[in-house]
């Protein structure tokens, strides 16, 4: 399964990080990558990357301000949020796709089909 921590509330403009680690099974040579949810509104893709860090995707939402990163020697997935936005504002999942190393853009939800419980990040203005 996949644990997250690193989420709470912060003020606009504040930075934060999410972390993500894989117990129980290995996603050594699996891309992953971060979804979220926010109040009322639909799942949306956030960033992904491909098994060894050395290909990443964002969405124009977080292009610029989010960086997605790995540490493979530690089963870990992290999100690196900076220059936070109340639209920011939601539930926010780790994810890994078991069945491909690299980014699977067209496929539904990036082809993630293992999920954490989430992570609530909040930003007030």
């Known amino acids: 399964y996949l644990a997250q921590s690193g989420g709470e509330s912060v003020q606009a403009g504040d930075s934060l990080r999410l972390s993500c680690t894989a117990f129980?099974?290995?996603?050594?040579?699996?891309?992953m990558g971060w979804f979220r949810r926010a109040p009322g509104k639909d799942l949306e893709f956030v960033a992904a990357?491909?098994?060894?860090?050395?290909?990443?995707y964002y969405s124009d939402a977080a292009n610029g301000r989010f960086s997605i990163s790995r540490v493979n020697a530690e089963n870990s997935l992290y999100l690196q949020m900076s220059a936070l936005k109340p639209e920011d504002t939601a539930v926010y999942y780790c994810t890994a796709d078991s069945a491909s190393s690299s980014i699977r853009r067209g496929a539904e939800n990036y082809g993630m089909d293992y999920w954490g419980n989430g992570t609530q990040v909040t930003v007030s203005s």
């Open positions: 990357i491909n098994w060894n860090g050395d290909s990443t």
């Open positions: 129980g099974r290995s996603f050594l040579y699996n891309a």
